[in-house]
């Protein structure tokens, strides 16, 4: 058990009353961390680009560098982004502690998880929220996103808690009447979690929460 009041003061006072549609779920996320023992790895796609943006982004890189210096010192953050303005206003964000690495997000966590794998580490967090989403024409980014869990799938276990932003649930409905919306099949995970959530259907995986984010543990 690692739980750092420091963290937890942060998020619940900085943090907290801000991050609107993902704070119940990044709440899980770092109650789920402070259950492990030892240090963790976080690895996130897509950095955080615009200070305070709570709300709409969720600052999901400072939160992760926060957590991890609060944590202890041999816990790690990686995070990439194909934008050199999204990697430089990170690193105005964060601390030394994170790296921030530009590159197309595919390519890096084949070659990083490759890099953990030799150095026998594995991955904790994986955050999934680079390619932003069109909610109308999601497949693009859920494609994308598809490929960056494949890419970094040698250094996911059986443990490893696979997180993906902009994933509310999306459904079809009949609307009998003004008051009454009916769904005429059961909702799915959408948005850039979309065909994460078929192959974690498809190999297994539980589905651990899916408000605005979803989040799923054993691929
Ligand atoms: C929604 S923002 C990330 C927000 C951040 N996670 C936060 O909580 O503040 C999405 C980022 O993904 C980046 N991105 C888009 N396509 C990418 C790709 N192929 N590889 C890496 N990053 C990508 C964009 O440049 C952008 O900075």
Redesign the pocket.
């Known amino acids: 058990m690692a739980r750092s009041a420091e963290f937890w003061e942060f998020f619940d006072t900085q943090a907290a009353p801000h991050l609107a549609l ?1 704070e119940q779920t990044l709440r899980q996320v770092f109650t789920h961390l402070d259950t492990l023992t030892g240090p963790v790895t976080i690895v ?7 200070a305070g ?1 709570w709300a ?8 992760f560098d926060q957590y991890i210096r609060c944590r202890d010192t041999d816990s790690a953050c990686y ?5 050199p ?3 430089a ?2 690193r105005q964000l964060v601390s030394p502690r994170v790296t921030v690495t530009e ?6 966590l084949g070659s990083l998880a490759k890099t953990l794998v030799s150095t026998g580490k594995h991955i904790d967090l994986l ?1 999934l ?4 989403v069109d909610f109308v024409h999601f497949y693009p980014s859920a494609v ?1 996103h598809l490929k ?1 869990l494949t890419a970094a799938r040698i250094a996911i276990t059986e443990r490893t808690w696979v997180v993906v ?2 994933a509310p649930p999306t459904g079809h409905f009949v609307q009998p009447s003004v008051a009454q919306l009916t769904p005429i099949m059961p909702f799915t995970v959408g948005g850039k979690g979309r065909l994460v959530a078929d192959y974690a259907s498809a190999v297994g995986a539980q589905l651990l929460f899916n408000y605005y984010q979803a989040g799923w543990v054993g691929f």
């Open positions: 993902r996130e796609t897509g950095c955080a680009r615009l943006n709409g982004d969720g600052q999901s890189t400072v939160l995070t990439v982004d194909i934008s303005e999204s990697v206003a990170c590159s197309d997000s595919v390519a890096y955050y929220d680079s390619f932003d994308h960056e932003d902009d």
